[in-house]
């Protein structure tokens, strides 16, 4: 697999100065609706009257390449559009900079600078760069034919003088969204549940972090029969895999961001369709995510402790497949039907919940590729949440916020909790009847033992494939990335007496 490459960086403080940049190309956003601006007005009265004549209209993604004028170390012009103002938040923020970069690119150019305008804000430094560097990831990367110019240098013009505390967190965020981005995009022949092992063995011997990890007869001498059975026809084994990160030694908080890592899901026997299957090497999305921020909470040295629980495995028919109607006793000891072997993803979280539980997890975030009517109901353009505790949901809402990562809380009704109920165990998988997010998610809630939860189903907020949704880039997103990286920072904050205020 491809590995990221590190962008040169810099943040030039007077937007007088941009005569000075050396770059392939000076991008400068431009808002719908907007008459003029006087930043571009400055830069090139000519660009400027592109718009003023409507022939760049701003709306979202919308790009126009000009040759510079005199004056400016940059030979072009990009204009690259940012929609209403009233509509611009942290996601249409990043997605906007993810998308100009990557349109850059495919016109050759790998050393970009861009300008503060429009409706950008000193504070906005840090959502430009980590939208900028996550547009330096390739989708079509295993290609033989042209590839885009990398990203090598990035510079931000007339964004003030940005602390480096932030612009590096910004960095590293960009570069953990590329890489998650890339993971989900791993074939599975590629990326299998032994490769996401070797990606935390290899995390943790670079930072120093505790790894653990069961394979097969470890599982069932641990009693996690569900994961166990969900990868029993594979002929990778399937994986319970932990990093952990120690940044607080007194710290009684430790935080278990869980990810689902079923790294090929063929629906087992209950086989999906072809049209569905062909999707889902992106199954792993979570577990992306939680690799992806529990690699900036090392680097970063956040002060709290931390650890990224994935429960990885392929869900194939074959030898040794589970099948419709078993019954499973779990980690915790609840007895699980199996209705539909499609409905993995709560039976490898709920084993993965307790093995968090276990090893000293006091509060639990879980994301996952769970449900389409998770995709039904928000589409591509936010997680749904479900949650235990309004302590915990409220710094993760926060989190979202200042990641630039939308989650939306649906309600636990007590008159769900008969439809997850099996007459023949405590508890079925599937065929619930409604409300198919929230009764997947409270599934995975009866493992957690009551301790603060949040789970987080980002099987539309994931990956875009929707030809139709022009606002939002398409392939894999890296849904979460950001998200729990802020999360364990909010927590981090509060332990020590700090305070932390979300930004678009």
Known sequence: MKESHRVQLAVVSHPGEVGAVDADVLAIPVMSGAQSDSALTQVDPRA???????????????????????????????????????????????????????????????????????????????????????????????????????????????????????????????????????????????????????????????????????????????????????????????????LTYRGAAKDERNLALIGKGITFDSGGLSLKSADWMVKMRGDMGGAAAVLAAIEVVAESGLAINVMAVIAAAENLPGRGAQRPGDVWTSASGKTVEVLNTDAEGRLVLADAATYAIRSGATHLVDLATLTSDARAALGHAASAAVSNDDRLWGLVAAAGEAAGDRVWRLPIYPDFRPLIQSQSADLKNADYGEAGVITAAMFIGEFVEGRPWVHLDIAGSHWNENQQHKDIPRGPLGAGTRLCYRLAELMAAQSNGGDSHAVR
Not at 95 to 106: G, K, S, Y
């Open 48 to 242: 400027a009257r592109f718009v003023a004549s409507g022939e760049h209209t701003g709306c979202l993604h919308e790009v126009l390449l000009l040759p510079a004028g005199e004056g400016l170390g940059s030979p072009r012009i990009l204009l690259y559009g940012l929609g209403a103002a009233a509509d611009l938040d942290g996601s249409r923020l990043r997605f906007a900079h993810q998308e100009m970069v990557r349109t850059a690119r495919e016109f050759g150019h790998g050393r970009i600078a861009v300008l503060r305008a429009g409706a950008l804000r000193n504070s906005d430094v840090g959502a430009v760069i980590e939208g900028c560097v996550a547009g330096s990831w390739d989708r079509r990367g295993r290609s033989t034919g042209r590839h885009p110019a990398p990203l090598t240098a990035l510079t931000l013009v007339g964004f003030g003088d940005a602390p480096d505390a932030v612009v590096d967190v910004s960095r590293r965020l960009g570069e953990a969204t590329a890489r998650a981005r890339e993971w989900q995009n791993a074939p599975a022949n590629e990326l299998g549940p032994n490769q996401l092992e070797a990606i935390a063995r290899e995390m943790a011997d670079r930072l120093g972090l505790d790894c653990e990890t069961l394979g097969a007869e470890a599982l069932r001498a641990g009693g996690y029969n569900l994961l166990a059975a969900v990868g029993a026809a594979s002929e990778q084994e399937p994986r319970l895999i932990r």
